[in-house]
C-alpha cells in the first residue's frame, strides 16, 4: 500500500539467499518463522514498513521471539523476549540493558547501555516483492548460535 515504506530493494539477489515468502504475506502475518539449511531458525519480522532477520530462539535461555513485543528504547527498535524480557536491538542483535550510574545517588540514576551483539541477525533481500534471507555466517559466536539444535527445532519443523 502506499502508506508502506519499501526497504532498500535490490535486483541481485546474494549467493545462498533462501526464499521466505511474498513481502506482502510476511507484512500480513507480521512475523514469520523458518528452519534455513535444515539447521538454523530464523524469524523475520515485518514492523513500521522495514523487514529483519534473527535467530528465532533468544541468546539467554531459548526463548522464541516470534512472541516478542517491539519496543523502543534509547532510540533503538527492539524486540522483547516473552521469557524474561530481555531486549534485543532489531536490526544489529544487541542485548541493551540498563546500567545503574551511581549506586550512591538518590534517586537512582539508570541509563541503557549495550552488552555487545548477543542475537544473530540475517540479511533480508527484497527481488519485485520476493522475500529472501542470508543467513549470516560470520565465523566470530554469538551466543544464540547455541540454540540452533535439534533440541530447539520442534517449532518450525512439526514432522
Ligand atoms: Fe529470552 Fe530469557 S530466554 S530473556
Not at 514492523?47 to 534473527?54: D, F, K, N, V
Not at 524474561?84 to 537512582?108: F, M, S
Not at 555487545?116 to 551466543?143: A, C, F, I, M, W
Request: charged share 25%.
Amino acid at each position: 500500500s502506499s502508506d508502506e515504506e519499501q526497504p532498500s530493494s535490490s535486483t541481485s539477489l546474494p549467493p545462498e539467499s533462501h526464499f521466505i515468502g511474498r513481502r506482502e504475506d510476511i507484512v500480513r502475518a507480521g512475523r514469520v518463522s523458518r528452519l534455513l539449511n535444515g539447521c538454523r531458525d530464523v524469524l523475520v519480522l515485518h514492523h513500521q514498513g522495514q523487514l529483519y532477520a534473527m535467530d528465532l530462539r533468544c541468546y539467554h535461555a531459548g526463548g522464541g521471539l516470534q512472541h516478542g513485543d517491539i519496543e523502543e528504547f534509547n532510540g533503538k527498535l527492539c524486540i522483547v523476549c516473552p521469557w524474561h524480557k530481555y531486549k534485543i536491538t532489531l536490526a544489529e542483535g544487541e542485548g541493551l540493558y540498563q546500567a545503574v550510574d551511581n549506586p550512591l545517588v538518590r534517586p537512582l540514576q539508570t541509563e541503557w547501555r549495550s552488552k555487545g551483539v548477543k542475537q544473530r541477525v540475517h540479511q533480508v533481500t527484497e527481488v519485485r516483492g520476493d522475500v529472501y534471507v542470508t543467513l549470516n555466517t560470520r565465523s566470530e559466536d554469538v551466543e544464540s548460535d547455541r540454540y540452533q539444535t535439534h533440541k530447539y527445532r520442534t517449532d518450525s519443523d512439526p514432522t
